[in-house]
């Protein structure tokens, strides 16, 4: 049979009866594959996935081999943009929407974007790269992002642009923070009633992405891809 490889990801099942099904059904199909590794993208789901499949991998989230941030040098920064799940893994009460909101804006006045990681549209595959582009713009001239998803939290790293973290339903923010916790910029918030607080505690300056510290990993997985290539 072929080999099958499953790029970082993270794994969630509901504390449910239905959850539980689902979770057992995944173990049928994946362990009925006896070429197949999977890798996961924070140490929460590392754990489970060893549990429950044959071959699986510790990586960081793939996007985190990007550096976009020297583009961002010199770039002139205003205001903040709060992108905030709106979906299933959404945790937020109406109330820690408001004090997002407004401690938001007692920092940044009027100038705060609404914002979101997802498009209500298909992107065709030669525009890709310039919607990517758009987005890293957008990073790239705040001043500070306020985000519970992964990617907003990953792109404010890549692009050098500080960031507010606040926790989701699922371990994959929490957990893909690990990775990063050593950046001056992205900083964790427990509570969103810390924001204006922890916004403090960011320096006033200029970053750079520096993510030397993950480039074993995905060398790793690039070799073990050639392998697999070579073999085939």
């Known amino acids: 049979s ?9 794994i969630f099942y509901d504390n449910t009866e239905q959850g539980e099904i689902e979770f057992e059904e995944s173990k049928r199909i994946y362990n009925a594959h006896h ?20 071959d699986v991998v510790l990586m ?18 205003h205001g903040c943009i709060l992108c905030l799940r709106n979906d299933v ?8 929407e408001r004090s997002i909101y407004n401690q938001a ?13 997802v498009v209500d549209h298909n992107i065709p595959l030669n525009k890709r790269n310039k919607e990517l582009d758009s987005k890293f713009d957008e990073f790239r ?6 985000t519970d998803r992964l990617h907003g ?36 918030a427990d509570s969103v009633k810390n924001i204006e607080k922890v916004y403090k505690e960011i320096p006033d300056q200029e970053f750079v ?17 050639l392998s697999v290539i070579r073999k085939g």
């Open 2 to 10: 072929s080999q099958i490889v499953c790029l970082p990801n993270t």
């Open 35 to 54: 070429q197949m590794r999977i890798y996961a993208r924070e140490r929460l789901s590392y754990e489970l996935m060893k549990t429950a499949y044959r």
């Open 60 to 77: 960081p989230d793939m996007v985190l081999d990007m550096n976009e941030s020297r583009r961002g040098i010199n770039e002139q920064r």
């Open 89 to 96: 893994e959404k945790t937020r009460t109406q109330e820690e």
């Open 105 to 117: 804006a007692n920092i940044f006045g009027s100038d705060i974007v609404i914002s979101d990681m």
């Open 141 to 146: 001239h705040t001043k500070l992002v306020i």
């Open 153 to 188: 939290m990953v792109f404010a790293a890549i692009t050098g642009t500080p960031c507010i973290v606040i926790n989701s339903k699922s371990p994959k923010v929490r957990g893909c923070y690990e990775w990063i916790r050593q950046l001056g910029y992205i900083k964790f």
């Open 209 to 225: 992405f520096d993510n030397s510290n993950l480039q074993e990993y995905y060398a790793d997985l690039g070799k073990y891809l």
